[in-house]
C-alpha cells in the first residue's frame, strides 16, 4: 500500500462542483484500455476528510466527543481519506444522487465509445439506495433507452461483484427467473457500485460505521463472452445470525426466504429486476451497527477464503481441461473492506498454495462498499493485457459472496 494525496488532486481526475446545498464537490476520472475495448468512470462526491479532520465530523454525527480510545487507527486499515457531504433534505439527497449517478453512467459509456442510447443493460449494486427506483432513474437521466434491463443489487459492499456474476454467470439463473447471463450475452452492459454511505450513515451514532464508510461510485463496461469471457464462479450465503454487521434493509424484501435462499428475486415490472438480500437488522432501528475491526476479519476471512479456494480450485481443472494448466490468474479484484482483511486472506490463501497479486488501490477513498472493486478494477486496467484472467473476490454483509474468474479482451 502506498500513500496517495487527495483524490481531487489526482492527474487526469476532473473536479467540478453540483449546485445543491452549498455546493457539492464532485469528482471522477474516466479510464479506457483500447487493446481490451473496456473503459469505466469512478469518483466521488462531498469534502475530504482526512484521518486527522474526521475526528470532529464523527463527533458532530453522534452528538458527543469521540474520545481518544474509540479512534481508529485508519491508515494501519489502509484508508488515508474518505468523502461526506453536508446536511441536506430528501429532495435534495435524491437529486444530488440521480446527478452523480446518470453522470457516472455517461462517462462509464462515453469510456467504451457507447452512446448512452446503445447501452442494453444496467447493473448497480447499492447498499443503503436512495429510492427504491433509483436505476431506472438514472438510466432515465443519463439518456439510456427504456427498453434497457436495469437491475438494482443490494448484496451490500458484494453489489458489484454480484451484479458482475449475473451479467456473466449462466448457472446463477434461477427457475421462474429470467437467466441474466444468458440474456445478456454479446450486449452493451454498465454495471457496478453507487454508494451514497455518507447519507446513509449520517442518523447512525455508530462509531465504526462512521470512521470506515464514505461516498464513491465505479461503473465498468462490459459485453459478456466478449470483453469479459466467463471461466467459472460461484454465489455463497453465510447468513449473519449474530449481527456482526448489522445493516437496515432500505429496500423491499419480504424478510423470507426465497427457494432456500436469502437472496429474493422480484420484477415490478418489465425493465426492471430487484436482487435483494436479506439482513440482520440493527436492533434500534439504526441504518448500521458493527463490531470493531477483529470483528469483521473473523466474519469475512474464514468463508471468503472457502469461497476463493473453491473458485480457484475450480479454474485449476479448467486449465487443465483446456491443456493450459501453467495459466495463472494474473490479479485479483478484491473488495477493500479493510487492509488487515486483505492481508489476511492472502495469507491464509498463500498457505493453501493459492497465489496471485492483490493489489491495494484505494486508500484516497474509505470503505466505499459495491463501489470498492470497480475502482480497483479501473486503476488496475491500464496493466491489463488480452487474453489475462482475473479474479473478481466480492464479499459484503448479510453475508454474501461472490467470485468469478473471467478471461479479458475483446
Keep these: 500500500m502506498t500513500e496517495n494525496n487527495s483524490f481531487f488532486e489526482r492527474p ?31 469518483g466521488t462526491w462531498g469534502d475530504s476528510y482526512d484521518n486527522a479532520r ?58 467504451n465509445q457507447w452512446n448512452p442510447e446503445d447501452v442494453d443493460a444496467v447493473l448497480i449494486g447499492m447498499s ?3 429510492s427504491h427506483d433509483y436505476v431506472p432513474l438514472i438510466c432515465e437521466r443519463a439518456g439510456i433507452s427504456s427498453k434497457a434491463l436495469k437491475v438494482s443489487v443490494h448484496k451490500a459492499c458484494d453489489g458489484s461483484v454480484g451484479s458482475l456474476n449475473l451479467a456473466l454467470n449462466p448457472r446463477l439463473g434461477r427457475k421462474g427467473s429470467m437467466n441474466i447471463a444468458e440474456e445478456l450475452k454479446g450486449k452493451k452492459v454498465l454495471l457496478g457500485g453507487i454508494e451514497g454511505l455518507s447519507r446513509f450513515t449520517s442518523n447512525s451514532r455508530d462509531k465504526y460505521a462512521l470512521q470506515l464508510f464514505g461516498n464513491a461510485a465505479g461503473i465498468i463496461g462490459v459485453v459478456p463472452g466478449e470483453t469479459f469471457k466467463f471461466l467459472v464462479g460461484k454465489d455463497h450465503e453465510a447468513f449473519d445470525d449474530e449481527g456482526v454487521l448489522a445493516v437496515h434493509m ?18 415490478s415490472d418489465p425493465g426492471h429486476i430487484r436482487v435483494a438480500g436479506l439482513m440482520h437488522e440493527p436492533e434500534h432501528g439504526g441504518p448500521i451497527a458493527m463490531a470493531g475491526p477483529m470483528g469483521m476479519v473473523k466474519l469475512f476471512v474464514r468463508t471468503g477464503v472457502k469461497v476463493v479456494t473453491d473458485v480457484f480450485n475450480e479454474y485449476a481443472e479448467l486449465m487443465n481441461k483446456l491443456g493450459t494448466p501453467e ?84
Design 12 to 42: 487526469n481526475v476532473l473536479n467540478e462542483t453540483i449546485q445543491i446545498g452549498t455546493g457539492i464537490p464532485f469528482a471522477f476520472e474516466s479510464v479506457t484500455n483500447t487493446a481490451l475495448g473496456i473503459g469505466g468512470a469512478y
Design 54 to 111: 474526521l475526528r470532529d465530523l464523527v463527533s458532530y454525527r453522534r452528538g458527543e466527543y469521540l474520545q481518544d480510545a474509540d479512534v481508529m487507527n485508519l491508515s494501519e486499515l489502509g484508508f488515508l481519506s474518505r468523502h461526506h457531504i453536508q446536511d441536506l433534505n430528501d429532495a435534495d439527497h435524491l437529486e444530488l444522487e440521480v446527478q452523480i449517478g446518470a453522470r457516472m453512467l455517461r462517462e462509464a459509456a462515453k469510456a
Design 128 to 130: 443503503g439506495p436512495v
Design 250 to 267: 432500505y429496500y423491499p424484501h419480504s424478510r423470507q426466504e426465497e427457494n432456500g435462499s436469502k437472496v429474493e428475486i422480484t420484477q
Design 327 to 410: 495459466k495463472k490468474i494474473s490479479v485479483g479484484i478484491v473488495h477493500h473492506a479493510n487492509y488487515k482483511i486483505n492481508q489476511l486472506k492472502a495469507k491464509q490463501l498463500q498457505g493453501l498454495g493459492i497465489e496471485f497479486p492483490m493489489p491495494w488501490l484505494v486508500s484516497d477513498f474509505g470503505n466505499v462498499s459495491a463501489a470498492s472493486n470497480m475502482i480497483v478494477f479501473l486503476r488496475q486496467l491500464p496493466k491489463i493485457k488480452a487474453g489475462d484472467n482475473v479474479l473478481f473476490d466480492g464479499f459484503g454483509a448479510g453475508t454474501y459472496y461472490d467470485v468469478l474468474a473471467a478471461t479479458m479482451g475483446a
